[in-house]
């Protein structure tokens, strides 16, 4: 269903940029129509020529470790995702249904790209931009070629954010209720895409307030919540993983003040390593001649400043800000065509910057050595014969892989199934291997447990292939059990003890599998553990096991509860400590099954 509904919206929006400059075209006349074809074909070879690089590019680069987790996103398609909704999947099943290969992953995302380049030049035309400088700018922008071939959901968030543009700046000169129920979609598909579309959203209405005064305005925000409503209800159903990984997970850094320096460097760096700086220059310092210029120069400047600010908390990745360089380009180009500027410089600068890139992109289908070793780059090397020789000893069997999701997600691409598992102990962070039901399936089966460290009891195959991927041990673990998805929630979330206190806390077990689920030991090959365990900043540094009495419980039922007592001993030492419950079963580091109980040691 998630599928079918996510095609009928790009499928109704996606042919209306063409309808309507097809429409710009007819009401031309024949020597006009000339002119505009002969102001075109520049950037319709260059197009051309962008498309057939990030198609040689797709074609030829391994997947990144997320690609290869997105890719698993569309064979477990959902209305959502642990911390992403779901539109990058849909782009990516659509190309996977026509070819299950690299190029067929990042098939829409590349085709994509060149339409919303396209979509950009037709929204400038009206400002009479110089062909040549869109060319040289567009070109230049080092994150636009990152998401010209890279399928994540920056590259379908990019897309959506251009086409409101697209449908926005023919709505401020008509008040349509058919642009308005465009614009609707558009909003949606945005906000599928990646939550920092209402960003976009945001900053559009803070530029024109006058919007508030339109009937149609707010049939489109009715509109594109009742889109998203099927993802707010997910959500819900899952306790709301996007919100609680986004405002608690991922903001915990604290500050430092590297955060804001690396931030800045890293825009400039993204921006083109040459001309950055004099696209954001001539970016704000264009003079603002209609809503539309107004509407860019807010959301450019509102987006580089939100993100800035964020890293007086986190360190923020430097594509967040992705959205942010399709106004910063436009007002750029504008700028150079107010002022008419063409310095002979800076045609030669920006051809520079441009085989800067595209050197480094050819270097990269090359697959030269020096770039294997580094650790972003070696991700694109090597895992389509390392899944091969893992798939050559597990068989049809389930590989799993400890405290990582990239790997596993690889695994499933280069062997065409969903077998790799990633276990998410409790000294990593929850992933979405722990939300979808592959842990029930690998339940008493004979697994195969493949680590980059030698496990003694375990390893006994030794896989190293001739890539990046490193060498790997692996080894086959008998009528296998885990407990990840177990619910233990503590009846209090705060606690103040003396030093070495015996205390009782009682702890709800609920049991979230779709079968009976049982902690007894007896005639178990590999036996259970659960324990406390105690995080002073953030290393475990105490873990306590529960009385032998938990693994008398009864058997628990689908979506049933028990309870427990679990008596511990606050650490000796005083201090701030995180206490959790973990369920752990041999040979693996145990799970984070509850949430965090703020224990004070005084």
Not at 300 to 329: D, E, M, R, S, W
Not at 459 to 473: C, E, F, H, L, R
Not at 573 to 584: D, H, I
């Amino acid at each position: 269903m998630m599928i079918t509904f996510a095609l009928c919206l790009i499928s109704f929006i996606i042919p209306l940029p063409i309808q309507f400059s097809t429409l710009l075209m007819q009401h031309s006349t024949s020597n006009n129509t000339q002119a505009l074809v002969k102001y075109n074909r520049p950037v319709i070879y260059f197009l051309l020529l962008w498309t057939a690089l990030n198609i040689l590019q797709a074609a030829t680069l391994e997947l990144h470790a997320d690609e290869a987790y997105y890719w698993v996103f569309s064979r477990m398609m959902d209305w959502g995702f642990y911390y992403h909704p779901p539109m990058v999947a849909v782009f990516i099943r659509i190309g996977d249904t026509l070819m299950h290969n690299e190029l067929g992953t990042r098939l829409i995302t590349l085709l994509s790209s060149s339409a919303a380049m396209y979509m950009v030049w037709v929204m400038l035309q009206r400002y009479a931009v110089s062909a040549k400088w869109f060319i040289l700018f567009m070109a230049g922008i080092l994150v636009f070629h990152v998401y010209g071939f890279t399928a994540t959901p920056d590259a379908p968030l990019l897309f959506f954010a251009v086409l409101f543009y697209f449908f926005y700046q023919q709505y401020l000169d008509q008040d349509s209720w058919i642009l308005a129920l465009i614009l609707g979609v558009v909003v949606a598909c945005l906000m599928y895409s990646k939550y920092h579309g209402i960003l976009l959203v945001g900053f559009t209405l803070l530029s024109n307030l006058k919007l508030l005064k339109r009937g149609s305005f707010y049939f489109i925000a009715v509109l594109a919540f009742a889109l998203f409503v099927p993802h707010i209800i997910w959500q819900y159903h899952h306790n709301f993983p996007a919100v609680n990984f986004n405002l608690f997970e991922r903001s915990g850094g604290g500050f430092d003040i590297t955060y804001g320096f690396t931030y800045l460097l890293t825009q400039l760096l993204i921006g083109g390593p040459l001309i950055s700086w004099f696209i954001f220059y001539k970016a704000f310092t264009s003079k603002i001649k209609d809503a539309f210029m107004r509407c860019l120069m807010v959301n450019a400047a509102g987006v580089f400043i939100f993100f800035y600010l964020n890293t007086l908390k986190v360190n923020v990745q430097p594509h967040y800000t992705l959205i942010a360089f399709v106004p910063l380009l436009m007002l750029a180009l504008i700028n150079l065509k107010q002022k008419a500027y063409n310095p002979a410089w800076l045609y030669r600068l920006a051809v520079l910057n441009i085989v800067l890139i595209v050197g480094f992109r050819l270097c990269l289908v090359a697959g030269f050595s020096f770039l294997k070793q580094n650790g972003q780059l070696a991700s694109y090397y090597g895992f389509r014969d390392w899944a091969k020789a893992v798939h050559a000893k597990a068989g049809n069997h389930y590989v799993i892989m400890k405290d990582e999701y990239q790997n596993p997600s690889k695994y499933c691409f280069y062997t065409n199934s969903l077998k790799g598992f990633g276990y998410d102990s409790r000294y990593y962070r929850t992933t979405q291997f722990d939300m979808w039901p592959f842990e029930d399936s690998l339940q008493h089966t004979d697994v195969y447990y493949l680590t980059q460290n030698k496990i003694s009891s375990i390893s006994v195959d030794s896989i190293n292939t001739s890539g990046t991927a490193g060498k790997w041990y692996g080894g086959w673990v008998k009528d296998a059990r885990t407990y990840q998805k177990v619910i233990c929630q503590p009846a209090i979330n705060n606690m103040t003890l003396a030093p070495g206190q015996q205390q009782g806390i009682d702890v709800a077990i609920t049991n979230p599998y779709p079968f009976v689920i049982n902690f007894s030991n007896k005639d178990a090959i590999n036996k259970l553990t659960v324990e406390a365990c105690f995080f002073l900043g953030p290393d475990i540094v105490e873990i306590q096991p529960a009385k032998d009495d938990i693994y008398n419980l009864p058997p628990i039922k689908p979506g049933e509860q028990v309870h427990y007592n679990f008596t511990f001993k606050a650490p000796l030492k005083r201090g701030s400590y995180a206490l959790f419950f973990s369920w752990r079963t041999d040979p693996f580091a145990g799970s984070r099954n509850s949430g965090f109980v703020n224990l004070t040691v005084k």
